[in-house]
């Protein structure tokens, strides 16, 4: 079974200032997908970014970025010019590629806070 | 991405009573649905796959007479808990497959408590 480990309980960064939150998983499948869900204080799910396991080149949205490290299976997520709306708690997903299955494996979780 | 329904958003009930929490794909068909359940301060842990017009399919250790779910459209699916107990306190979140069929788009969520 695919497991998701976040070894940051909690991070905070100032305002304005970058972050990177930290995403190790393991698996033997070689196609799947990665995912950053963001939960703010409302508890709404938001996706933030994800990225397809056999594209080699890191995903980008805005201010959010990953660093994709497939062979040390490794999923970071780098938050440039940190906003206060950006605090919440971030999830790492995973996602096999195999088609039906779309269970969606998440970490424990990084509380990020925004230092004004 | 799609907008997800959940209704409704926090229920208070007595201990033994049922509730339904019932989840609704605004702007397109989602043949499949995800149940979870969140601890405070914890992660999201699957409860149960939703499928249009067949069985849910549950993980281990949840109890599907206890937590039923029935997707009887292709824009509803509802979960039920019954004889609800305080230990069923929790946060019950649902999603859908996205028309991209790798994303998943949450509901708001529902804070159930059980006296």
């Known amino acids: 079974a695919q497991t998701v480990t976040q070894s940051q309980p909690e991070m905070s960064v100032q305002e304005a200032e970058t972050v990177t939150l930290s995403c190790t998983y393991d698996?033997?499948?070689?196609?799947?997908?990665l995912f950053w869900y963001k939960q703010p204080p409302s508890r709404q799910m938001i996706l933030v970014i994800r990225q397809e396991a056999y594209k080699q080149q890191n995903a980008t949205e805005n201010r959010f970025s990953v660093n994709f490290q497939k062979a040390a299976k490794s999923f970071s997520l780098k938050i440039s010019d940190s906003q206060l709306g950006d605090a919440a708690m971030y999830f790492c997903?995973?996602?096999?590629?195999?088609?039906?299955?779309?269970?969606?494996?998440f970490g424990t979780g990084t509380r990020l806070t925004i230092i004004p | 991405g799609a907008v997800v329904s959940q209704h409704p958003s926090r229920v208070i009930c007595k201990s033994g009573t049922s509730v339904k929490i019932e989840c609704r794909s605004l702007d397109f068909q989602a043949t499949t649905m995800f149940w979870y359940r969140q601890f405070p301060k914890q992660s999201l842990m699957l409860m149960a796959t939703s499928n249009e017009g067949s069985k849910a399919t549950y993980e281990q250790g949840v109890e599907k007479d206890k937590f039923l779910i029935n997707h009887a459209s292709l824009t509803l699916s509802t979960l039920t808990v019954t004889s609800a107990h305080p230990e069923d306190s929790s946060f019950y979140i649902c999603?859908?497959?996205?028309?991209?069929?790798?994303?998943?788009?949450f509901g708001a969520g529902t804070r159930l408590s059980v006296l």
């Open positions: 997903a995973y996602r096999t590629a195999d088609f039906g299955n779309e269970k969606l494996t």
């Open positions: 999603s859908v497959s996205g028309l991209a069929k790798n994303i998943q788009y």
């Open positions: 698996t033997s499948e070689s196609d799947y997908y």
